[in-house]
């Protein structure tokens, strides 16, 4: 006999949470400073990210992972999931947030990719994947703490993408036994490197180490432009975003410190250093403050922002906190919420509540 509904979801939840502890060491950490009305969210998207990926590696000659990923999605977004845990958990997200699919849609291409063993020439190529398999990610953690607004999410976006950068960074090695190159290529020629040589005999150069580095300096670039968004998020989200900030962020810097072999070895944050970044992102949460001049986006997630703009966004979720902006950004924010209310009002729509504030 199958158990309640609500008994699959809590049970499905707690499963999300052991799975997600076990799997990423620094999205946990963050996720407990997260207020539990978002934590319980993030944690189902964390679970249904890392089993979808995990599939896909680990797939068989013959099978289609994808496919099944995305027929799983369809049931999701239809409210019978199937008898996973990871999918209950995530249909109850959807259904509560109405997290917009093709963010996840996104996603699983971006494991596609994977699958088809994709080969990345430009960093704009390596920007795509990234914005596929990370940006999204932080597009639907925004969507689901709020604001849903084009600039929030898209700093949130560039954030994703910048945690994938440092990734890549990071794992050079590990990707080479998977027969994988993410670094960008032409910057590998650039740099005197071949390729397709290196991959059959992957070796840490002074060459290579320039072309790590530099493709950290992106990652640097798109962490500082990225925190300009924290400060919209709600006061309570803050920290736990900023934390999940610092740290991979230091997992680059600890990285140049180690002399940026990321092929014989692989970087760590060490526990006693996370815990001083998560104090950190508490002291410096509430001193972010919105750009007067709003940054340019990322052009490889400018799908992903432009989707989510056509969707109907909720006033009412502008309400639920104040942005943490200077004096003058304040007033023109609320000139700008009474101006859309007022249109709403004459074009006979009344304010919708958001489910995000259920």
Not at 97 to 110: C, F, K, N, S, V
Not at 235 to 248: E, K, N, Q
Request: glycine share 6%.
């Amino acid at each position: 006999m199958s158990m309640p509904e609500a008994s699959q979801g809590s049970d499905g939840l707690q499963a999300c949470a052991t799975m997600m502890q076990g799997g990423s060491k620094t999205f946990f950490a963050a996720s407990r400073l997260l207020p539990l009305r978002i934590r319980k969210a993030s944690i189902a998207l964390y679970a249904f990210c890392r089993v979808a990926d995990d599939l896909v590696d680990e797939a068989a000659p013959g099978d289609a992972p994808v496919d099944r990923l995305r027929e799983r999605l369809d049931q999701i977004y239809a409210g019978t999931p199937q008898d996973y845990v990871e999918d209950h958990a995530l249909s109850m997200v959807v259904q509560q947030y109405q997290l917009p699919r093709h963010l996840l849609d996104a996603l699983i291409e971006g494991f596609a990719w994977d699958a088809a063993g994709r080969t990345y020439e430009s960093l704009e190529d390596v920007q795509a994947y990234a914005s596929r398999v990370a940006g999204s990610v932080g597009a639907m953690m925004c969507w689901i703490m709020g604001p849903q607004s084009v600039d929030t999410l898209a700093r949130a976006c560039e954030l994703g993408v910048a945690m994938q950068l440092t990734n890549i960074a990071r794992d050079v090695g590990a990707d080479a036994a998977l027969q994988r190159i993410y670094l960008p290529r032409d910057w590998l020629r650039e740099a005197g490197i071949d390729p397709q040589a290196w991959l059959q005999q992957p070796v840490c150069t002074p060459a290579l180490k320039t072309v790590v580095a530099r493709l950290l300096d992106e990652a640097d670039r798109l962490y500082r432009q990225s925190q300009f968004g924290i400060a919209a998020l709600p006061p309570d989200c803050r920290a736990a975003i900023l934390s999940a900030t610092l740290i991979y962020w230091e997992i680059g810097s600890q990285l140049r410190r180690e002399g940026l072999d990321s092929v014989q070895h692989r970087t760590v944050v060490s526990s006693a250093r996370k815990l001083v970044l998560l104090a950190a992102a508490w002291a410096q949460a509430p001193w972010i403050r919105t750009p007067l001049v709003v940054p340019t986006p990322l052009a490889a997630i400018d799908h992903l922002v432009r989707d989510c703009q056509q969707l109907r966004v909720s006033s009412e979720l502008a309400g639920v906190f104040f942005p943490n902006r200077a004096m003058p950004q304040r007033v023109a924010w609320v000139m700008d919420l009474l101006e859309r209310r007022e249109y709403e009002r004459r074009q006979g729509h009344a304010p919708t509540r958001s489910s995000a504030t259920a």
